[in-house]
């Protein structure tokens, strides 16, 4: 399976899981009286959202390069994942404000069943965290990996959710608020995610260096490969789940330009063999003098 269509299915798993999970939250929370299982809802309803923009944008970028975007169009990632951020961000001031609302208002305290539906809501959120990061590590996607992330979070809302249940449920009256506080913590927290999401997004729209892991392998494959007797400048360019690649290598100076172009070639090839990730790779080459390396 391509990356492209990996990084598709796992999109798709997390629609769906969050379209059965927010409707058990919303129902839970509204019959069993927790606000802090609502305003886990509320962020899951996001979610929804959020992974269907997500669908869209991934479907976008795999579109292949054109006279007007040479470079293709992965770019939409971290694009879709500001406004991801966006939906987090709002959710988590609605959270917020109904959290005070609810705070200052005397109510009835949560049911106790309402504990067992999140036990199972965590599990599962968590799970799906682990399927959903490992697909963004297979397929290199920014967008993926804001998608795992969302599912750690909201594995961490519900979290919040059932301690502050608990404590209503287990002291009861007096602290009827405790799942109310509980829900304010979760906004707290949605903003905190948000940043943890929105910050890899700037730094690859910024051309931000951060792939030390893809260097290294593009240094150690051009070593392997004759004629190359060492790597210079590695520039490396993110766009989606591909990257673009500009290497200075350095080869004998008494070989023709001939030689040193088909030493090139030969680099560029076996680079985009093993390496399929890359989209493009530019190889400069450099002289090395007068020293015998034979």
């Not at 969050?18 to 069993?32: D, E, H, I, P, S």
């Not at 404000?97 to 599962?124: D, F, K, M, N």
């Not at 490396?236 to 330009?257: E, F, N, S």
Request: glycine share 6%; with cysteine; charged share 20%.
């Amino acid at each position: 399976m391509s990356r492209e269509k990996t990084a598709i299915g796992a999109v798709w798993f997390s629609i769906i899981t969050n379209v059965f999970l927010a409707t058990a939250k919303w129902l839970t929370g509204y019959f069993g009286n927790s606000y802090a299982l609502i305003a886990d809802a509320i962020e899951s309803t996001t979610d929804i959202g959020a992974s269907i923009l997500m669908l869209l944008g991934l479907k976008y970028a795999i579109r292949p390069a054109d006279k007007n975007h040479p470079y293709g169009h992965g770019r939409i990632e971290p694009l879709i994942t500001f406004l991801i951020v966006g939906f987090l961000m709002t959710s988590a001031t609605v959270i917020a404000y109904e959290s005070i609302q609810h705070i200052r208002q005397p109510h009835a305290a949560p049911q106790p069943y309402t504990l067992l539906v999140l036990g199972v809501i965590i599990i599962w959120k968590e799970i799906s965290y682990r399927f959903v990061s490992k697909r963004s590590k297979e397929t290199r996607s920014t967008a993926l990996k804001a998608e795992a992330w969302h599912h750690r979070s909201d594995a961490i809302t519900s979290i919040a959710a059932f301690v502050g249940i608990s404590i209503a449920v287990i002291f009861g009256e007096g602290y009827e608020n405790a799942d109310d506080w509980a829900a304010l913590f979760v906004s707290v927290l949605i903003v905190y995610n948000s940043y943890m999401i929105f910050r890899p997004a700037l730094g690859e729209i910024m051309d931000e260096y951060m792939h030390d892991d893809v260097e290294q392998e593009i240094r150690k494959i051009s070593g392997t490969v004759p004629g190359v007797i060492d790597t210079e400048k590695c520039y490396i360019r993110k766009t989606g789940m591909q990257y673009h690649i500009d290497l200075h290598i350095v080869v004998d100076g008494r070989k023709t330009v001939t030689e040193g172009h088909s030493i090139a070639h030969a680099l560029k090839d076996v680079l985009m063999q093993q390496m399929p990730a890359l989209a493009d790779v530019h190889i400069h080459v450099e002289p090395a003098g007068d020293v015998n390396y034979e």
